[in-house]
């Protein structure tokens, strides 16, 4: 008897919370407090220009930008042994400081090339490092 009581009680408590909730209790003066940021929608210039683009759309747009518009992008590549470690730093030491960093990998053990912000100026010089990569393709940072 007891414990039908109790589920009786918190039926009714959840049926009073979702009229709560939902407003159906506003005519008595029982309701939540309405949030609204109207000042926001009066900010946005032209919403209905906005256009979500998948990857492949992305991309050619990216590549149809004119230069220096296009975002900069981390790449990575890896994981490299200490002996392909010292080859790639022979190829990257006529790269502007700060362009590229070796991190530790921890499985497997070894090396990740990161390029934290690959730009314009950058893109072109990728491609003459791809022999120091090997078979590594340079992919996005996780």
Same mark, same amino acid.
């Given at each position: 008897?007891?414990?039908r009581?109790?589920v009786?009680?918190l039926?009714? $408590?959840? *049926?009073?919370?979702?009229?709560?909730? #939902?407003?159906?209790?506003a005519p008595?003066g029982l309701?939540? !407090? &309405?949030q609204?940021e109207?000042?926001?929608?009066r900010q946005?210039?032209r919403?209905?220009?906005?256009?979500i683009l998948?990857g492949?759309?992305?991309?050619r747009?990216? $590549?149809a *930008?004119?230069p220096?518009?296009?975002? #900069?992008?981390?790449l990575?590549?890896g994981?490299?042994?200490? !002996? &392909?470690?010292?080859?790639l730093k022979r190829?990257?030491e006529?790269?502007?400081?700060?362009?590229?960093?070796l991190?530790?990998?921890?499985?497997p053990?070894g090396?990740?090339?990161r390029?934290p912000?690959?730009?314009?100026?950058?893109?072109?010089r990728?491609?003459?490092l791809q022999?120091a990569?090997?078979?590594?393709?340079l992919?996005?940072?996780?």
């Amino acid at each position: 008897m007891m414990l039908r009581l109790t589920v009786l009680l918190l039926m009714l $408590a959840n *049926a009073a919370f979702f009229g709560w909730s #939902q407003g159906l209790l506003a005519p008595w003066g029982l309701a939540p !407090a &309405q949030q609204s940021e109207p000042q926001r929608l009066r900010q946005q210039i032209r919403p209905q220009a906005l256009r979500i683009l998948g990857g492949d759309e992305a991309r050619r747009a990216d $590549a149809a *930008a004119p230069p220096g518009t296009r975002a #900069q992008e981390c790449l990575q590549a890896g994981v490299f042994e200490e !002996a &392909q470690v010292a080859m790639l730093k022979r190829a990257l030491e006529s790269w502007p400081a700060g362009s590229w960093v070796l991190e530790p990998a921890i499985e497997p053990r070894g090396w990740t090339l990161r390029f934290p912000a690959v730009d314009d100026s950058l893109r072109p010089r990728l491609q003459d490092l791809q022999a120091a990569l090997g078979a590594r393709t340079l992919r996005p940072c996780r």
